[in-house]
Every structure is written in structure tokens, then in C-alpha cells.
């Protein structure tokens, strides 16, 4: 469709309303639709992925973070100088090199500060800059900054022609289109950025063991993938952490270049004394905000998702230091983390997407060895400009040094030609066969310089740059001391950042996890005999102990007793109501038995038109026996009743008018039925179907009423109910009411209840 639109594109420039150009002017073209969107997409998609999203794999930088770099070296903020407001640099960055927002450049100038986002910070802070809790940094106005010594080190070379440079975005000044990049930054601080199509998540790593492989790959070029991820095992995560990630799947990651590194926090037991502990979280994963992690551990105990833990708090300053209560001195320390790594960000996954741009221009997902290898390669390149620049200068060095020392052979003569030539630039150029740039520095020397000891001087100058000079057409026309100079560059960068400078030790650890298992609710509380009372009018308590079924307990006037079972703390409460739902409602969950409890309809979605059926503790593997007013029924693994939601699980079906009437558990061989018309019908339990959830098929067939109970039974040993008085009564014979399900049966037996229930 878009294909068939006509769409006219106005190329020229802006007007007013009423200087509407005519429909036949030059100025217009028409071209379809579809073509004009998909090449302004395309070069948008183009603008994103090369000028914003990927970094640039020679020094790991976009081209943002290089511009403030830049700019703050041009305002002289070095190391060891002093700090300018963040508000003059975002201004320069912006006015000169980055036309983007001053906000959008102080957020990017901000992370580079923030230790706990790069494992080496390009930016001295000084101020608010924000904190791993996730709190903002203060306004540029506020806040002052200059670069660090890393920083310094990946523009090392810039003023000695190391990196191509480039107009800026009006043309008035330049800016390098990559640094030099003393070491690789890209791995050593990792970067993370969203472009049309495509994505890069490059976690940070450390320098001394990047420098290691780098040194490896020069030694051995040919270096495998697995000698390589011998000497950089893992990301080194400024916020530390412990790396569980197994070191195939590490390995296959760097291969491929895509992958996944999973992360917990570093944790420890400290004792209390007295039997009691308590866990003490030092390091959290790379990039959880500390406030959300302690809120969502706080959910966790107010849902009671994890019942053991009873109370978190945050008592950090300038380290991490998150407490963990558990719920009694008896919880497994082991136990109550795996829980907490299940359902928290105290374990994270660090996906792995090395998508980078390749000599600055085409985007390709690398593996570790291709990363360091582009790397190196700008080393090297950066090596030849350095040396050819150098070289340069020697040489126009030397060219002076000549011209001085045939001035100082010639003194007496080049002081009478300066003295009364009119000309005497040309004629010591004649007369001495000097070179312009030899004959216009002898003209600009200084007259105190004319001393005997400046020849000594300039002789020893002069014999040094040679010894230098030769030495870089060594290096020039060698390979192999190409590669040996910059190995040179490496120790030296490595002894500076590497594991024996402060802060440049490993942070993140490696360690072997078994996988999570799903822990039962049982095993993370503490096991507690109770007795589950719930009232006819759905209040429902867990009284201490196991408390005998004739003790009195008090009940809201009108009501009174309804179920009473023995439970324990880590059992299931089970619950059928009357329009066929069950409903799961954990013992531990229940209120407490010294008021009168709380409405069970609060604590699960039981309509209000619901009775409650049965109440009962759930017991793993037992079967049930559902059945309906209608005389429907079936048999559910009580393994299918239980409701995962408040909403509970629909089991049994029930039409509109009808309503569930039975739930026992099965023990035995027979169904005894009994419906009110106070017939009884006795036939074999293997006549009724196993179902999940349903109708059921038909127990006994009525002409009037419905189904009054059932139960299941041991034929042999008879059908068993309790008379008026309370006394058990059972019938061995019942040969009269046995039949196929579905029969009408026959009148109960003289005594059968009047209420026309078994039990």
C-alpha cells in the first residue's frame, strides 16, 4: 500500500504560509512513500548505532563520554590540578563539541565519576554524584570535577598526532574521532547501550588481567580462546560480588561474544551470641539499587513469601552492611540465602553482548580475543603516528642543531653579516648553504646564548636526538620491536592500574553453586503442632497445641464450632465451598487463637453466598470423592486441588441452581449413596472416574430432589453410621442396596438418620 502512495519531499528552504511554492518548482520532488520513510529511518538507525548507542572498540568510548574527555583536557583539568564546576564543562561540551543538552552531558559526565558504575572512574567528583542506593546526582551547579589518571592515560598521545581529528559540528574547532587508549577501556569499564536493532552489554573487567592477555596475544599470536579466558576468568564488577556463573559457560561466552554471567551478593554469618546469628550483607550486585533490593526484601516479609526471614534492615555508611533477621535461631544460614537469591536481586544475570563498532564504523558482535585484538591493533597504529611524529621533530630539531653549530664554527662572520647586511638572511643561506628555517633561527637566537658551554650543549642535543632518531627507524621498520615497544607500554600501564596499585586488586570473586532447588514451605518454618477451629459463620483461628475436641472455646454470639482438626504450622488448610472451589490457606498463615481469629473470606476470595463444605489438612497422594446436589461426582488426586491464588481452583462443576453438597477422602473399595428421597445405593468405587476438574458422571438417579451424601467403604467391612443417640451402627449385608452407579437403590435401612447423613 505504502508502496503505491505518492509523497511529496519540499527540499528547499523554510517560508512563510502564504510563500507556498508553486506545484512545478524545481524544489519539489515526489517519491513514494515507503522509500521516503525507510531512508530517513535508515539514517536515523545509522546516526543511533554510530554516534550514540555502540562504542567504539579501540578505546570503548561513544562518542559523548570522548567529547567531555576532550573538553575537560582542553580546560586543563589534569589529575593532579584543580576541580571546575560541572556546569562550565557541560557548557563547553555542549557549546563545542556536543549539541545535545546540557542534562543529557552531565548525566553522562556524572556516571563517569561514579565508582560504583565503572570499575575505574574517568572522573574526579567532587560533590554529589549520586550513590548506589540510587538517589540522583545534585545539579551541575553544585558539583566540580576534573579527569583522573585513567582518563589521562586513554588521551595519552593525543598532542603528538596519535589519532586522526575531525571538524566539530560547526566547524570551528577539532576533536579526535578516537583516543589513543593506553589501555582497553572498552573491557575495563565495560558499556551498555540500546540502538535500532541492535544492543551492546560489555560487563567490566580487570586491567591487570586484560593487560595479561594482551601481553599473551603478542607473545602468542595465534593465542587460543581458552589461554586467553585463562588469564581473564571473569568480569571484576566495581561493586564486587560473588560470580557463580560455571567457567565453561564463561568461556563459551567470550567465544561467541553473547552470554550471561550470574551474580550474588557476598554475604556473611555473624554470630550474636547466645545461639543467636544474623546475616550481614557486604556486597550487592553490579548495578541493584540498594533502596529497591531493600524494599523488595521487605515485601518478601510482609507477603511472608519467605517465612523464615523475619526482619531486614539497612545499616550501611560508607560499605554495605544489610542485615537479615531470621525467623528463629533454628533456620539454615545456607537455606534462607537460596531463598532470598530465588526471589530477590541479591542474585542477578549479567547479560553479555559484545556489539561494538570496528575501526569506528562497522558494528559487529565480537569475542574476547577480537576485542583485545582491535585493541592492539590501535596500539600499534597509535605506535607508528607517535614514532613518525617524533621522528618529524627530530629531524626539524636536528636541521636547527646544524644551522646553530655552523653558526657557532662562523661566529665572528655571521655576526658582521647580521650586523651590516641589509640582507643577511639571504646571504648566510648563500654563503653558509643554510636552509631557510636554519638561516631564521640563527636570525631569532638570543644574545646570551652565544657562549662556548650552549655548543657543548647543542653538540650533546644533537648526538642524543641521532641515537633516538635511530632508534625510531628501528622500531619503524621492525615488526617485532613494534610489538615489543608497546608490550613495554602495557607493564608500564599495568604496574599504574594492575592488581599491586591501590584499588586495582580483584574485587569480584568466583565461586562453584549448585543450582536452587524449590525449598517446601515445611522446611522454612518451624514446625508447631495447632488446632485449626473455624466457626459456622467463617471465622477462622490456629489455637497452640493439640487441643481435645470437647474443649470449650469462646465464639461472637450466635455462633459456634464447625471444624476442628490437629494440624501443624507447616501443613496445607485446605477448604471446599459450596460452589465447587477449593481453596489453599497455609497453617502458618492462620491468626492467632487468643481472640476469636479473623473472617476466612479475608483471606481468601470465598464469595459470600458460598458455605464452606469441608475443611481439612492436605495430605499428599490421598484421593477425594466430589459430588454435587445433582448426584454428579468424581474422584481428584487431592494433589489437584490445591489452589495456588486467593481466587482458589475450580474442581467441580455445579449449574446455576445446584451447589457442591459432598468432599471425603477415599478409603475403601465401594461408594454408599443416599439421596433425599432417602434412598441408599451401594456400588463399586472403581465405577467413578480420576479427574482433574469437571462434572463428573452420575452417581444416582432421582425423580425428585437430589443428592443428600456420600462416602466411600471397605464392603467387608459394612456401612457404618451413627443412629440418634450417637451410637455406631453398621450393616454387613447389603447385598439388597448393591447396584450399577446411576440406579435408583433402595429405602435406607430401619434407623438410618433422619438427616440423611452417613457420619
Not at 273 to 298: C, D, F, H, N
Not at 555 to 580: P, W
Not at 686 to 710: C, F
Amino acid at each position: 500500500m505504502l508502496d503505491r502512495l505518492a509523497c511529496p519531499i519540499y527540499t528547499g528552504g523554510m517560508s512563510d504560509a502564504t510563500d507556498n511554492p508553486p506545484a512545478d518548482t524545481p524544489n519539489e520532488v515526489s517519491e513514494s512513500l515507503s522509500r521516503a520513510i525507510g531512508e530517513r529511518y535508515l539514517t536515523y538507525a545509522l546516526s543511533t548505532i554510530m554516534h550514540r548507542a555502540l562504542p567504539d572498540a579501540r578505546d570503548g568510548l561513544k562518542p559523548v563520554h570522548r567529547r567531555i574527555l576532550f573538553a575537560m583536557r582542553e580546560l586543563k583539568l589534569s589529575s593532579g590540578g584543580g576541580f571546575r564546576k560541572s556546569a562550565k564543562i557541560s557548557g563547553d561540551v555542549m557549546g563545542n563539541y556536543h549539541p545535545h543538552g546540557d542534562q543529557a552531558i552531565y548525566d553522562a559526565l556524572a556516571r563517569l565519576a561514579q565508582d560504583f558504575n565503572l570499575r575505574y572512574p574517568l572522573v574526579n567528583g567532587q560533590g554529589n554524584f549520586g550513590n548506589i542506593d540510587g538517589d540522583n546526582p545534585a545539579a551541575a551547579r553544585y558539583t566540580e570535577a576534573r579527569l583522573t589518571a585513567a582518563a589521562e592515560a586513554l588521551m595519552e598521545g593525543l598532542a603528538e598526532n596519535a589519532v586522526d581529528f575531525r571538524a566539530n559540528y560547526d566547524g570551528t574547532l577539532e576533536e579526535p574521532i578516537v583516543l589513543p587508549s593506553a589501555f582497553p577501556n572498552l573491557l575495563a569499564n565495560g558499556s551498555s547501550g540500546i540502538a535500532v536493532g541492535m544492543a551492546t552489554n560489555i560487563p567490566p573487567h580487570n586491567i591487570g588481567e586484560l593487560i595479561d592477555a594482551c601481553l599473551l596475544m603478542i607473545r602468542e599470536p595465534e593465542a587460543t580462546d581458552a589461554a586467553i579466558c585463562a588469564l581473564v576468568p571473569g568480569p571484576d564488577f566495581p561493586t564486587g560480588g560473588v560470580i557463580v556463573e560455571p567457567a565453561a559457560s564463561m568461556q563459551d561466552s567470550y567465544r561467541t561474544g553473547r552470554g550471561a554471567f550470574r551474580l550474588r551478593a557476598s554475604w556473611e554469618v555473624e554470630d550474636l551470641g547466645r545461639g543467636m546469628w544474623q546475616i550481614v550483607v557486604t556486597e550487592i550486585p553490579y548495578q541493584v539499587q540498594k533502596s529497591k533490593l531493600i524494599e523488595r526484601l521487605a515485601e518478601l516479609i510482609q507477603t511472608k513469601k519467605i517465612p523464615i526471614l523475619a526482619d531486614v534492615r539497612d545499616e550501611s555508611a560508607e560499605d554495605i552492611r544489610i542485615i537479615l533477621e531470621p525467623r528463629a535461631r533454628t533456620v539454615d544460614p545456607d537455606m534462607l540465602m537460596g531463598m532470598l537469591f530465588r526471589n530477590s536481586d541479591l542474585e542477578t544475570r549479567f547479560s553479555l553482548n559484545m556489539n561494538v563498532l570496528i575501526d569506528g564504523r562497522t558494528p559487529k558482535v565480537c569475542s574476547l580475543r577480537e576485542v583485545l585484538r582491535a585493541f592492539l591493533d590501535h596500539r600499534r597504529e597509535v605506535l607508528l603516528r607517535r614514532s613518525q611524529h617524533r621522528l618529524d621533530k627530530i629531524d626539524a630539531r636536528l636541521e636547527i642543531l646544524e644551522g646553530y653549530i655552523v653558526a657557532y664554527l662562523n661566529l665572528d662572520r655571521v655576526i658582521e653579516i647580521i650586523r651590516y647586511e641589509d640582507e643577511p638572511k639571504a646571504v648566510m643561506m648563500a654563503e653558509f648553504d643554510l636552509s631557510d628555517a636554519q638561516a631564521e633561527a640563527i636570525l631569532n637566537m638570543r644574545l646570551r646564548s652565544l657562549r662556548k658551554l650552549e655548543e657543548m650543549e647543542l653538540r650533546r642535543e644533537r648526538d642524543a636526538l641521532l641515537i633516538e632518531r635511530a632508534q625510531l627507524d628501528d622500531i619503524l621498520g621492525s615488526e617485532r620491536l613494534q610489538w615489543k615497544k608497546i608490550g613495554a607500554e602495557l607493564a608500564a600501564t599495568q604496574k599504574q592500574f594492575g592488581k599491586t596499585a591501590p584499588g586495582g586488586g580483584r574485587r569480584s570473586r568466583f565461586a562453584q553453586a549448585a543450582e536452587i532447588e524449590e525449598v517446601p514451605i515445611e522446611a522454612m518454618i518451624e514446625r508447631e503442632p495447632i488446632t485449626v477451629v473455624c466457626s459456622k459463620m467463617g471465622w477462622i483461628r490456629a489455637m497452640k497445641g493439640h487441643l481435645p475436641p470437647e474443649q470449650d472455646l469462646k465464639f461472637k454470639d450466635g455462633d459456634e464450632r464447625l471444624f476442628s482438626l490437629h494440624a501443624e504450622t507447616t501443613d496445607k488448610i485446605v477448604l471446599f465451598a459450596s460452589n465447587g472451589r477449593f481453596f489453599t490457606i497455609g497453617a502458618n498463615n492462620l491468626p492467632g487463637g487468643r481472640g476469636m481469629g479473623e473472617p476466612v473470606r479475608l483471606m481468601v476470595d470465598l464469595p459470600n453466598e458460598a458455605a464452606i463444605l469441608a475443611l481439612f489438612v492436605h495430605k499428599p497422594g490421598t484421593r477425594l470423592l466430589l459430588a454435587s446436589s445433582e448426584g454428579d461426582g468424581f474422584v481428584v488426586a487431592s494433589d489437584d486441588v490445591i489452589a495456588q491464588t486467593r481466587g482458589g481452583k475450580a474442581v467441580l462443576t455445579v449449574r446455576e441452581g445446584a451447589q457442591a453438597r459432598v468432599c471425603r477422602p477415599v478409603a475403601g473399595d465401594h461408594v454408599a449413596v443416599v439421596g433425599e428421597n432417602r434412598k441408599v445405593l451401594v456400588f463399586a468405587l472403581d465405577e467413578l472416574p480420576e479427574m482433574a476438574r469437571g462434572k463428573g458422571v452420575r452417581l444416582q438417579k432421582y425423580k425428585d430432589g437430589g443428592l443428600s451424601d456420600a462416602t466411600t467403604f471397605v464392603l467387608a467391612e459394612g456401612l457404618s453410621w451413627k443412629d440418634p443417640a450417637g451410637r455406631t451402627r453398621t450393616e454387613s449385608d447389603l447385598g439388597e442396596w448393591l447396584g450399577k452407579r446411576a440406579s435408583a437403590g433402595r429405602m435406607a435401612p430401619r434407623g438410618f438418620p433422619r438427616d440423611n447423613r452417613f457420619n
